[in-house]
Nanobody, 127 residues
């Protein structure tokens, strides 16, 4: 079975940057679409960014577009989320998720298609 482990979270000041990593084991990520999600206390889990299995095309939510960058390295079985210009509203637990053989190879920012999830990493942005 596929396992995902996030790392790179921590405490950062407003305007700072963090780089999150998602390490996969058990299967190659070549045939998976990968998504990054976040959940703040009392809020629904929100899709932040995803990257397709076909052509590694990235997608972003409106709230992070222009500030965050997703990338994947299939040879290393790794996915990354570079977060810049962080705001206090970005504070949340961030999760990596994988969708096996997604339809047409595309990724989605909704929770439902993803069957594999990591345990999350805490990101806290101070004002």
């Amino acid at each position: 079975q596929l396992q995902l482990v996030e790392s790179g979270g921590g405490l950062v000041r407003s305007g700072g940057s963090l780089r999150l990593s998602c390490a996969a084991s058990g299967y190659s990520l070549e045939h998976f679409a990968i998504g990054w999600f976040r959940q703040a206390p009392g809020k629904e889990r929100e899709g932040v960014s995803c990257i397709s299995s076909a052509d590694a095309i990235p997608y972003y939510s409106d709230s992070v577009r222009g500030r965050f960058t997703i990338s994947r390295d299939n040879a290393k079985n790794m996915v990354y989320l570079e977060m810049n210009s962080l705001k206090p509203d970005d504070t949340a637990v961030y999760y990596c998720a994988a969708d096996y053989l997604p339809l047409q190879g595309v990724c989605r920012l909704s929770v439902n298609p993803y069957g594999y999830w990591g345990q999350g990493t805490q990101v806290t942005v101070s004002s």
